[in-house]
């Protein structure tokens, strides 16, 4: 049994000190996505201050509770490109877990090297639980295939506010607003109502040991956590895209004079 007294986690005192730096951040800024404007470690900041104390005391809850939760927490595994061999996830079975895992980092153009350390959460196992959640956001994003872009990323953060309902997710949501009108139609027809079903039906994602699901196939476990994939955008964009060029190809033979 993991964490028999459990303690409230509290927020940083360095981090408190910091608070006058980025209490003005103004909500569409909350984001990853938009991160050439606030500096990533803020973001990271945030995103832990947010979740201090109820919600990643919740979130820890929700892994004590699970059996396999709770060997998550009493082993600690991470999430890096020293304990995720790429070259061996390439080789693992067609539609395996981790197959899927390196082709959608391969797809994407990104690593498992690139989450932040948690800083900012005092009780170490409530900055595990954050790191975890973390360094599995890459799961998520196989699992569900949505891409890295801007509309891909707010799809998947509305996933995880219902499946987590981590603050810093919904937040995330607001950069909605940056959405061209086609995408932001897309989202509140197609991607949000997907997220919110899913998110809230499904098994908590939290509770997955991905280390012992590698492969696993994505299918099946797909299936056994409730899940099903949305329209995959990335072929919705190209096909939106391919019908705005031939409908464009179109008025213009329209408009050209008739030959004499």
């Not at 060997?71 to 067609?94: F, G």
């Not at 170490?124 to 799961?139: G, I, N, P, W």
């Not at 499904?202 to 196939?217: G, P, R």
Request: overall charge positive; charged content about 30%; glycine content about 4%.
């Amino acid at each position: 049994m993991v964490g028999k007294k459990r303690t409230r986690c509290r927020i940083s005192s360095d981090l408190l000190a910091q608070s006058q730096t980025w209490r003005h951040v103004r909500s569409d800024r909350m984001t990853a996505y938009v991160s050439d404007t606030v500096p990533v470690d803020m973001i990271a900041a945030l995103g832990e201050t947010t979740a201090t104390p109820y919600f990643i005391y919740r979130l820890r809850d929700v892994m004590l509770s699970s059996t396999t939760g709770r060997r998550i927490l009493r082993d600690r595994p991470r999430i890096t490109s020293q304990t995720m061999s790429m070259e061996k996830l390439r080789k693992l079975p067609a539609n395996s877990v981790g197959r899927t895992y390196a082709a959608w980092l391969d797809r994407e153009g990104v690593g498992p090297d690139t989450r932040s350390a948690v800083k900012f959460i005092d009780n170490e196992e409530c900055a595990y639980v954050m790191q975890r959640y973390r360094e599995c956001h890459d799961f998520y994003h196989a699992l569900t295939g949505l891409p890295v872009i801007v509309e891909g990323e707010v799809a998947l953060k509305a996933f995880e506010f219902a499946n987590t309902l981590l603050p810093m997710t919904g937040l995330s949501m607001f950069a909605v607003a940056r959405l061209k009108a086609s995408e932001r139609s897309r989202f509140w027809n197609t991607y949000l109502p997907w997220a919110l079903t899913y998110g809230l039906q499904s098994k908590d994602i939290i509770n997955v040991y991905w280390e012992e699901e590698l492969s696993t196939d994505v299918d099946d476990l797909r299936k056994e956590l409730g899940i099903t994939r949305p329209p995959d955008l990335r072929t919705v964009r190209r096909s939106e895209r391919q019908q705005r060029r031939s409908s464009k190809e179109t008025q213009a033979r329209t408009n050209e004079p008739m030959g004499t």
